[in-house]
């Protein structure tokens, strides 16, 4: 997970690692949260020290290193502030719910925010080196004449996952309206949220997941189709492993 030194002349930034970034800035603090508030661990204060420490302590390390400032270190941040606070106050159900819906909110808004700069918010995740030959992708898309149709294709992709997190708001939200009934506080409230933590899994990450991948295998069609290369071919790695001599 080290990442590439800068080159000093250069300006350009060390890649970053994706995956690490989603897991400092949205999976562990919300992991935090679920399974550690309670009063036999670290507490709720605690967890929510620490689940926002995280988002907080990536941005301030990923800007040290590439200079860039970290949109969704500060998503991932609100996210746990919005949760954690609402849980520390026992707040309603419905106020409890309309937290539930911050994450993949403020994440889809972020998706639309971005496509109107240089780079779409999607396309750094998705033409990301440790998924796509990203050297090779541009360099046909250069030799076919089809490096500007690259940019339509990202935001056209970044409107659909935009959807796919609109659509996962909307789930949370009922989702929790319908689990959460008891008083907030209670100990029937906190076994009903360990419920509702429990169905969101098969109920709302599962199918949007299958989306996910759908939206994605469209796009490495399209990819393919511009670039001219088989899909398969535009993974990472796969040109090395394409000029490795065939045993006898």
């Not at 897991?23 to 020290?49: D, F, H, Y």
């Not at 969704?72 to 419905?94: C, E, I, N, W």
């Not at 169905?199 to 996910?212: E, F, G, N, R």
């Amino acid at each position: 997970m080290t990442q590439s030194p800068v080159n000093p002349g250069s300006g350009i930034p060390p890649k970053e690692n994706q995956w690490l970034n989603l897991l400092c800035n949205v999976v562990l603090p919300t992991l935090i949260l679920m399974k550690l508030s309670e009063e036999g661990r670290l507490g709720p204060m605690w967890a929510l020290i620490l689940g926002c420490a995280l988002p907080i302590g990536y941005g301030i390390y990923d800007y040290a290193v590439r200079k860039v400032f970290n949109l969704l270190s500060v998503l991932g941040l609100l996210a746990v502030l919005l949760k954690g606070v609402f849980g520390l106050l026992k707040s309603s159900a419905l106020v409890f719910a309309c937290s539930e819906t911050a994450l993949p909110l403020l994440f889809g808004m972020a998706v639309l925010f971005t496509t109107r700069g240089k780079e779409p918010l999607v396309q750094r995740f998705l033409l990301s080196p440790q998924l796509l030959d990203v050297d090779r992708i541009h360099r046909h898309l250069a030799l076919r004449g089809n490096e500007p149709r690259l940019r339509p294709l990202m935001v056209t992709t970044s409107f659909a996952y935009a959807g796919t997190m609109f659509l996962s708001a909307l789930l949370n939200f009922v989702l929790a309206r319908t689990v959460l009934v008891a008083e907030p506080g209670t100990p029937e409230f906190m076994k009903q949220l360990g419920q509702l933590n429990a169905m969101q899994y098969p109920v709302i990450a599962l199918p949007l997941t299958v989306l996910t991948v759908i939206l994605l295998a469209w796009v490495a069609k399209r990819l393919s189709v511009l670039t001219g290369l088989p899909t398969e071919s535009l993974l990472a790695g796969a040109q090395a492993a394409e000029s490795q001599p065939t045993p006898e």
